[in-house]
């Protein structure tokens, strides 16, 4: 069972001494605590609880258990993190499992296969690869620095190799290393450059192939499997991750050639997509090294709507995405060859568009067309609708004027299409954790009733709650004013995503507070269906009270009026009988 095997990992992996490895945790009271490592601040927000084993932050809302935690930071799923973890921990997932464990054969064949890729580059064999490489200015050190290997073209070179090294063919085949066809197995990869690709925290999930010459496909990847699914990989971003973190920035280009050609001019920041689409997942590996991308297609692709898609699912995903203009016909690769190729790349860097430019400068045939303008200035204002409203904003103006279009009519347009897209999804507030033992951090000075931080946060989840309710109806339940402000900036329809972009500008961590804390009373307090009935009871049943207690204290002293006696008696009855909301 898994559930025993995370019982025991949690027992053997002290969260404080895990945590501290990458975060600088300094002991506050009963806890620790330090600059979250989930989203920028100057001042420390983000706790972790040696006592409970759980960590929180009450900037960005982000909290959980070390499982939580490592999926968080590594972008990895429960399993994948269930076995990294055991592997430290030294806790047997098979004894728990009663499986096998299969990916440790399929990684020894992975190993074997680089050092026979490596090894036939420099072989015979390999002479027309060396040469090919060389013109493409990538020097023997490249070589070795980025591993590069020559698959021979051959059907059975590299099986023979496994099958002597006594790699059992079973695992060679999970690792994708060899096809089947209708004689059997053999050589995935023939007559080409290899490219080992590894995963973010540098294990060897897979390897591309390029061919040099002959027929085929230019570029194969080994196929998704048990160790690779290429939707959650970047070529080089083991390598790059440092970069990124230090520069504030990732490039992101297509090919592998691309990205060795600028680590080697001197842009080790950079990471190649794998043949795919961009993916949400991989917005969030880049994500924890750095919120922006500059992303460097060629410039034909940069037009193909795949490309543009993938960009805004990037930016949706919160990074803040540029888009390198190259000059028609170049890829990077050729860019940084030329004579101060690397400073000419420095300049477009620096002069990279935001998303919403760059698709109006792709679009400008239809915008200038009258039968397609309409559908391409919806398509775009779409685009910028999704982006968090703050770095849309910047971007209003400019927008406009590329659309032809009056601003009145634009902010139109985009309050629109955000209501569109509002009504479409649920807000999150915060990371899910598998075990969502998130806790109520508050200190004694803020406290805040939780059933108004409670009703806040159903508010926050539920678009439609958000729409039916009427500011009126709401806050005469709501005696807080932050509570009450939070309740009136939801009813007006600002969205979470906006909340949280404004609450993160001003660096205020207690609405965000506020709202996980809401979660948690939520959460010990009823099932999903009936919550938002017991949260509306219990506050009107509060308000009540101390209505009841004001009209019986002036009645006490004979201040009361005959209107508030009736009152006072009417609610004296009520509250008896136990009636909750008026
Ligand atoms: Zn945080």
Not at 175 to 183: A, D, P
Not at 475 to 483: G, I, P
């Amino acid at each position: 069972m898994d559930r025993d095997a995370v019982r025991e990992i949690k027992d053997r992996i002290d969260i404080v001494e895990f945590i501290g490895e990458t975060v600088q945790l300094r002991r506050a009271g009963r806890s620790f605590k330090g600059l979250c490592p989930f989203h920028s601040e100057k001042t420390p927000s983000f706790h972790v609880s040696s006592e409970r084993q759980t960590y929180h932050c009450f900037g960005c809302g982000r909290g959980g258990d070390v499982f939580s935690f490592v999926m968080e930071r590594e972008g990895l799923s429960f399993p994948e993190v269930l076995e990294m973890l055991a592997s430290r921990a030294g806790v047997s997932l098979e004894k728990h499992q009663g499986r096998p464990e299969r990916k440790g054969g399929a990684f020894e064949a992975m190993g074997s296969a680089l050092a026979f890729f490596a090894d036939s580059l420099s072989g015979p064999s390999g002479e027309a690869a060396r040469k090919y490489l060389d013109r493409r200015g990538i020097k023997a050190e490249n070589v070795k620095a980025f591993e590069l290997g020559w698959a021979p073209a051959s059907w059975d070179m590299l099986k023979k190799h496994i099958g002597s090294a006594g790699i059992n063919m079973s695992d060679a085949m999970a690792s994708g290393l060899l096809s089947e066809g209708e004689r059997g197995t053999y050589d995935r990869f023939r007559g080409r450059i290899i490219f080992p690709i590894r995963d973010v925290q540098g294990r060897l999930v897979a390897f591309g192939g390029r061919i040099i010459d002959g027929e085929g496909a230019k570029y194969i990847n080994s196929p998704e499997g048990e160790l690779y699914s290429k939707r959650k990989n970047l070529y080089l971003l083991n390598v790059a991750r440092q970069a990124i973190r230090e520069k504030g920035r990732s490039i992101l280009v297509e090919g592998y050639m691309d990205a060795i050609r600028l680590h080697i001019a001197g842009f080790p920041e950079t990471v190649a997509s794998l043949g795919t689409a961009l993916t949400a997942e991989q917005a969030t590996l880049l994500k924890r090294f750095a919120d922006q991308c500059m992303i460097c297609y060629d410039s034909d692709t940069a037009g193909h709507e795949a490309a543009i898609r993938g960009m805004y699912v990037l930016q949706q995903s919160g990074l803040d995405i540029r888009v390198v203009v190259l000059p028609a016909g170049k890829d990077p690769d050729d860019l940084v060859g030329e004579k101060d190729g690397p400073k000419k790349f420095a300049a477009l860097l620096r002069g990279a568009e935001p998303l919403p430019l760059f698709h109006i400068r792709v679009r400008r045939n239809e915008l200038e067309d009258p039968a397609k303008r309409t559908a391409a200035r919806r398509e775009i204002i779409r685009g910028l609708a999704e982006m968090p409203a703050l770095e849309a904003n910047r971007h209003i103006t400019q927008v406009a004027q590329g659309l032809g279009i009056l601003l009145p009519e634009m902010l139109d347009l985009l309050r629109q299409a955000r209501e569109d897209i509002m009504g479409g999804k649920k807000g999150i507030p915060a990371a899910e954790s598998v075990y969502r033992d998130i806790e109520d951090h508050f200190g004694e000075e803020n406290a805040v009733d939780p059933w108004e931080s409670a009703l806040c946060y159903l508010l926050w989840i539920d678009t439609k709650r958000r729409s039916s309710e009427t500011i009126e109806s709401i806050l005469h339940l709501l005696s807080d004013e932050r509570a009450k402000s939070i309740a009136v900036s939801l009813l007006a329809g600002e969205s979470p995503g906006e909340l949280r972009t404004r609450w993160a500008e001003t660096g205020d961590p207690f609405p965000m507070r506020m709202i996980s804390s809401g979660w948690a009373h939520c959460e010990k307090n009823g099932e999903e269906g009936e919550l938002w009935d017991v949260v509306v009871s219990a506050l009107g049943r509060k308000r009540l009270m101390e209505r009841f207690s004001v009209l019986k204290e002036r009645h006490a002293r004979g201040e009361a009026s005959p209107q508030e006696m009736q009152e006072y008696l009417e609610l004296a009855r009520r509250l008896k009988g136990g009636i909750g909301s008026p």
